[in-house]
């Protein structure tokens, strides 16, 4: 009975009440909008990271400096992939060697300082999804003396597919070593900063420039990020039983342009979302209040007739709430079908600065992203309509039935 009083009372002032709800409404679906599209950007982020340079795990030879993220050669790398590949959840298992140096084109051109890459290409293939060939033929492990430049320092050397280049590099003596290699192809990252100084190679190729059989590190990508932690446990005690002296690092241990991401977009969500709820509280507020003028009258009736001041409150509470629980739900349906539309317009945003390709606008739905803003505007709803029911609840009887 309580809740048919309390909406037939909202339904007495239709006007009112429908400035309110449609207040309630918009804010709910902003909060929806923005709420999916910083899910959307994280989770859109995370997968690019991961499949483009981090992959979900990395294990590095100790010791491992945190600072630097320097480590030691790690020479026994395939007997370390035999046993990360049986692990539960893994995917895919590559080894990587980190290169850096010089690279010219014969005697054409200037030397230009490069940072390269080994891999192994079957396994990177999957490792790095994200990153894109522009030209050219795939890398293959038999063809280890050919290369994948960077778009922009292709551009820079004047090659393309098929030219020939020369790299200079550093043995684990330190002694000078170079090496002939044929462009294969020219890749991109999307970033402009990496396009200008990447260098890609099978990992045989890379560990004759460097005089070594050894590995950088090993890059595991998994199933399911949300495995992430649990394979890492399970590695590391796997490791710990065959007495191997590794460094396990999650993705999000490495990320750190990730981190600071998701601290600018909480931030944001934060004062947009005290902003939006501001706006409710007031709307509502004022609601209840020019509410309470009109039925001055009508609530002494109430307390003669024997109503109590708690029946009041709740009765005038159960308003609010509501009016943010309808408020929140028609704002939720606005804003899920908001979302449906402009994914279906796969519009593409303009490179951010530094990057070299634009991104999709989306938005990312899920069961907490449509609760929480309908909850959150129910109880802010129902805070309030507080202060007024507080009010009305203490009302004087018979100067209530003397106002006019």
């Known amino acids: ?57 990395q294990i590095f030879q100790r010791p491992y ?10 020479h026994d790398y395939k007997s370390v992939k035999d046993i990360v590949s049986t692990s539960e959840h893994v995917a895919i298992v590559g080894a990587r060697l980190n290169l850096q140096g010089l690279i010219t084109k014969g005697g054409e051109a200037e030397s230009i300082s490069f940072i390269g890459l080994g891999v ?35 551009a820079q050397l004047s090659v393309v597919p098929g030219d020939w280049v020369t790299i200079l590099g550093t043995t684990v003596d330190g002694v000078i070593n170079a090496l002939d290699v044929e462009v294969a192809g020219t890749v991109t990252l999307g970033v402009q900063q990496m396009d200008n100084r990447y260098l890609y190679m099978p990992i045989q190729g890379a560990q004759s420039l460097i005089s070594s059989d050894a590995a950088t590190n090993i890059v595991v990508l998994l199933d399911k990020t949300d495995h992430t932690r649990s394979v890492a446990d399970q ?61 001055i009258q009508e609530l002494g009736t109430l307390r003669a007739v024997g109503a109590t001041r708690p029946y009041l409150m709740k009765l005038l509470v159960t308003e609010g709430f509501l009016l943010g629980l309808l408020g929140g739900l028609a704002g939720v349906l606005v804003g899920v079908c908001a979302c449906q539309f402009i994914n279906s317009l ?47 609840s203490r009302i004087n009887i018979v100067e209530a039935l003397r106002y006019v």
């Open 235 to 295: 590695i590391e005690q796997r490791f710990a039983k065959e007495h191997l002296d590794l460094k396990i690092k999650r993705w999000d241990e490495l990320a750190e342009y990730y981190r600071q991401v998701v601290s600018l977009y909480s931030r944001i969500f934060g004062v947009v979302s005290v902003i939006m709820l501001a706006i409710v509280i007031f709307s509502v507020s004022n609601t209840m209040s020019m509410s309470l003028m009109e039925r």
């Open 346 to 392: 796969h519009v593409v945003m303009p490179p951010a600065p530094g990057m070299t390709r634009g991104y999709p606008l989306g938005f990312r739905l899920g069961w907490s992203i449509l609760t929480g803003p309908m909850l959150l505007v129910a109880s802010t709803s129902v805070l309030s309509t507080l202060l007024p029911a507080w009010r009305g």
């Open 1 to 57: 009975m309580l809740w048919k009083i309390a909406l037939r009372n909202l339904l007495r002032n239709k006007r009112r009440t429908g400035f309110s709800l449609a207040l309630v409404v918009i804010v709910t679906m902003g909060l929806v909008l923005f709420n999916a599209f910083v899910d959307y950007t994280y989770t859109g982020l995370r997968e690019t990271m991961i499949r483009s340079q981090l992959g979900h795990l």
């Open 120 to 154: 192994e290409p079957e396994a990177e293939s999957y490792l790095s999804t994200f990153r894109t060939t522009v030209e050219g033929d795939p890398l293959r492990s038999d063809r280890p003396f050919a290369v994948h430049l960077g778009r922009g320092l292709a």
């Open 65 to 74: 400096d945190e600072v630097t993220g320097q480590s030691p050669l790690m």
